[in-house]
């Protein structure tokens, strides 16, 4: 068997954390008894409700349907029958309710009939369409629907990027599916290239990662495609980073502001490559995944595979309970996870790991003091940023000096938080400017559009009125034009003759009959009176 290949490249900074991985082979998950589907879990436009209450429903039927451009539909892990369609809380930082479709289970798993395809004989467009039926989007975390990714429009793709790095702590959910099922997601990056038309594939794994680098080597050896490469990277984090990945593998940095595809660059994680391939070879939406429950708090850490929906209340039970009944719950990594408000909220498709820390384990919540200007932040910084001074223009609400200093190319890693000596909470600074500014554009668009619409209206108020000028002016034009018809007949010989109104107006000519009518009258003698003939 060959041996992968070493990167050559590095990105700035970055900080070497204890991994915590976790060496555990990936099971199933028990049926649910319920499943509770929110309608949005995706960047972009929730999916709209396509089903009823009381209405009974097979796995992988379609529940809500994409709806606009931005949208995947969501699907039916297994069959049952919806009982509620109504607000549950959901996995996001506020904590707040979402729109969810409540299934009760009925332990059949009946599944709707599948619809295969070879996927290499498809063009594009048509294999696209089919991801997007299927639901696929990222599952690195950001959830973003995978159809838009594959559609490069004029953009000449070179390279597709695997991103197998999982740098952050904990996570183990990739590298047990890349020692799992290699073969597969394999071929999935050749879906992946046949959609793109790129022309290179390079699957960046950290080198702490030995048993799924060699077994997707020695799937990479089997499948003969030259084309796929597997490259090992230092261990960093983040080396997980979109950005950073790729200029470690290649050496190109992604423009500021810009996108991998601004330098022929798409980027994928290998769960979608395999959902990628599950949608259009086997005919499956996306109604499973792999979650990593793990931390210091649970009793018997461990990768399963769940059905998306599931309660994480149900796997910490499968994972034998929380040790500690004080655990915080986080979704995601110790590092750029989000605490969640219950272990109630279901598992939805960017949901990539669940951390139980105890509280010893957290980090004390000591008190923020001045910055002292030491500069540890920006060593550490991966996008070669100053988190000083977006720190001081945050914090005085400079937001324009945040953009100035490029806040939007800052990932919110959390490096420069967990160095500072002065524990002063940067990525919640950076996170507050970066709403507010998007709430300043939301509110700018918004006034946009009204004075757009009132100068539109403005413009046809004016329109009305030049219309209703002219057709004023018309009808006076016509007047005259009679006047002087009617002055030029009367000052024609025979004129006295005429009416006072033309020949052609009936008005006059009633008026003419009239009087002439009125004339023979007067001229004709009156019969005498009866007793005037009587005399």
């Given at each position: ?34 499943l509770i589907v929110p309608v949005s ?328 003091m001045p910055c002292i200007r030491c ?161």
């Amino acid at each position: 068997m060959s041996t992968a290949m070493q990167a050559q490249w590095q990105f700035p900074g970055g900080l070497h954390l204890d991994a915590h991985k976790l060496d555990a082979p990936i099971r199933d998950a028990r049926l649910p008894t319920q499943l509770i589907v929110p309608v949005s879990q995706h960047i972009g436009q929730p999916a709209k409700v396509m089903v009823e209450i009381g209405q009974r429903v097979l796995g992988g039927q379609m529940l809500a349907a994409a709806e606009g451009y931005v949208s995947t539909p969501v699907h039916a892990a297994t069959s049952g029958r919806v009982v509620a369609i109504e607000d549950r809380p959901v996995p996001h930082p506020s904590g707040l309710a979402a729109t969810c479709v409540v299934i009760e289970t009925d332990s059949l798993d009946e599944q709707v009939p599948t619809d295969p395809a070879d996927g290499f004989a498809l063009d594009a467009t048509d294999l696209r369409n089919r991801v997007r039926q299927a639901g696929v989007v990222g599952l690195g975390g950001a959830a973003f629907p995978s159809f838009i990714k594959l559609n490069p429009g004029s953009n000449v793709v070179e390279t597709l990027v695997l991103n197998g790095a999982e740098c952050e702590p904990y996570i183990s959910c990739d590298q047990a599916l890349m020692a799992a099922q290699p073969d597969a997601i394999l071929q999935g990056a050749r879906l992946l290239l046949h959609a793109l038309g790129a022309q290179h594939c390079l699957f960046g794994v950290e080198d702490n990662k030995p048993e799924a680098i060699a077994a997707l080597q020695a799937a990479a050896d089997a499948l003969g495609d030259e084309r796929i490469r597997i490259v090992t990277v230092p261990t960093r984090y983040p080396q997980g980073g979109e950005k950073q990945l790729i200029q470690t593998l290649t050496g190109r940095e992604v423009p500021s502001h810009g996108l991998p595809l601004d330098i022929g660059i798409v980027c994928h994680n290998p769960g979608t490559a395999l959902a990628v391939w599950n949608a259009v070879m086997q005919g499956r939406a996306l109604t499973q995944r792999v979650v990593t429950i793990t931390g210091p708090g649970v009793a018997e850490p461990c990768n399963l595979r769940v059905h998306i929906g599931t309660p994480v209340s149900e796997l910490l039970e499968q994972a034998g309970g929380l040790i500690d009944p004080d655990a915080r719950l986080i979704m995601g990594g110790p590092m750029m996870g989000f605490a969640l408000a219950s272990a109630q909220v279901p598992i939805i498709k960017a949901t990539n790991c669940i951390l139980a820390l105890r509280p010893e384990d957290l980090r004390p919540d000591t008190p923020a003091m001045p910055c002292i200007r030491c500069g540890a932040c920006a060593d550490v910084c991966p996008a070669g940023l100053l988190p000083q001074q977006l720190y001081w223009h945050a914090k005085a609400q400079e937001f324009d000096k945040t953009q100035d200093y490029k806040l939007f190319d800052c990932i919110e890693c959390g490096c420069c938080a967990q160095v500072c000596p002065s524990h002063i909470p940067l990525v919640q600074y950076y996170r507050h400017a970066k709403t507010e500014i998007w709430a300043d554009e939301r509110a700018r668009r918004k006034a946009d559009v009204a004075r757009q619409r009132h100068e539109t209206r403005l413009a046809r108020l004016e329109r009305e009125e030049a219309e209703k000028k002219a057709a004023r002016e018309a009808k006076k034009a016509a007047l005259r034009a009679r006047a002087e018809q009617q002055a030029a007949q009367e000052a024609q010989p025979g004129a006295a003759a005429q009416t006072d109104k033309p020949a052609d107006d009936p008005v006059a000519a009633a008026i003419a009959r009239a009087k002439a009518k009125a004339q023979t009258g007067k001229s004709e003698p009156r019969p005498p009176a009866d007793d005037e003939s009587a005399s």
